[in-house]
């Protein structure tokens, strides 16, 4: 199978699955697993903050994050599109008690203007704001990349405010190979950022939050409070290390691939894609001109060996990653081309 569905598919590479059996491990809700302290002090180096706090998903790094920030019966304001919105089954009401101002932007690209204007004070009628919350890069939009600009402007102004940012960098590297900047200077204006090392960087397991050293220290205790005490974790944060270290370096195949599938797609009759906007890793396309609703070509492709999943009706999106190669792009481009013709 060429299974585009997600990066979250890839399997861990041979140097993970050898690290994982020889880590060092303790337990971890003491403190004492010597493979995840390693791996929370280089995250939070990579990430320029103080500390780090290694969460089992994207979404609990997320939701920790939200909570730390906010005050029960505050609005978070974030893109229309985003994860926290529309995938992580409302945790920021669950958890945090805390609703969600969807501002509509073009490329899941939110600009100070349209932040700035939805901020509210405390008043006799509405949630005052509590948190600022943007996605880079963004996943539903195709992987689009904030520039360094926006997110100073964003934060910024938000700090003159009085208010946080948080960052959800499930896929940060790939931003920061795009932009050709470190990870740390992406998420430097931010208050917190977090990042998966289980998407495109190829761990089993795993994501990073990443802050203040004294909002990491409560944000260990919401972790247990969430059912993410790990104890002998570090069988996780070895494979989690070598994600870091090693995986952010060929990312940029995996951007090459997306560019090349998003070209590959725009020439099929019926299939609308924007390779301009192929930046990273995510190609999303319209398939509305082919008559065919997105379920029947996910389908269709199966029975020929390819995964790509729909969004909605009438949007696919396709995850390009190191499990599947350029032919095999190339393969999933003839398949989609036999199928909707
Ligand atoms: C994948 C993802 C997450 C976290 O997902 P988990 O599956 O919970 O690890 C958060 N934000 C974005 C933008 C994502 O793509």
Redesign the pocket.
Known sequence: MIDLRSD?VTKPTPEMRRAMMEAEVGDDVYGEDPTVNRLERRAAEIAGKEAALFVP??????TIAVKLHTEPGQEVICDSR???LD??LAMVAWFSGCVIRAVPTEDGILSWDAVRRRIRPPGPHWAPTGLIEI?NT??MAGGTVYPLATIREICGGAHERGLKVHM?G??VFNAAEALGVAVSEIAAPADTV?F?L??ALGAPVG?MLAGPADLMAKGRLLRKRLGGGMRQAGVLAAAGLIALEESPKRLKEDHANARFLAEGLARIPGIQAEPQKAVTNIVIFDVSGTGLASAEISARLKRRGVLINGVNDRLMRAVTHYNVSSAECAQALEALSAVVS
């Open positions: 979250t998903s994207g979404t609990m790094g997320n985003s994860h926290v995938y992580e996605e963004h996943n959800d499930a896929r977090m998966c289980s998407k994501s």
